[in-house]
């Protein structure tokens, strides 16, 4: 039964950082891809880094160079570090799993993951 639980997420000035943890039960020990998702009031949602087994990882064009995402397999934790934020990257942030190897990219491929998290608000202003 896999579980995700997000946190971490608040208010942040432009320029300013957070970071984001998924607390991930269930995935111990195989090769799930990890992502983060995000979606904007209005929007749909978008793609923004994904993580495979081996520690590869993709980004989204929008948060290439500012955001990075990790993981700690031996605590089972998947992590966004997001730098210099911007007003457009408010959103609702969200934690996603797949048994699957990781999408090429992380555009359009919400649908190929199976198992989400309940979400965590970043505000930009």
């Known amino acids: 039964h896999v579980q995700l639980v997000e946190s971490g997420g608040g208010s942040v000035q432009v320029g300013g950082s957070l970071r984001l943890s998924c607390e991930a039960s269930?995935?111990?020990?195989?090769?799930?891809?990890m992502a983060w998702f995000r979606q904007a009031p209005g929007k749909e949602r978008e793609g923004v880094a994904s993580?495979?087994?081996?520690?590869?990882?993709t980004y989204g064009d929008s948060v290439k160079g500012r955001f990075t995402i990790s993981k700690d397999s031996a605590k089972n934790i998947l992590h966004l570090q997001m730098n210099s934020l911007r007003i457009e990257d408010t959103a609702m942030y969200y934690c996603?799993?797949?048994?699957?190897?990781?999408?090429?990219?992380?555009?359009?491929?919400?649908?190929?993951?199976?198992?989400w998290g309940q979400g965590t608000q970043v505000t930009v202003s």
């Open positions: 993580i495979d087994s081996d520690d590869n990882a």
């Open positions: 996603a799993a797949t048994p699957f190897v990781c999408p090429t990219s992380v555009r359009g491929v919400a649908s190929d993951f199976g198992y």
């Open positions: 269930g995935v111990t020990g195989s090769s799930y891809c």
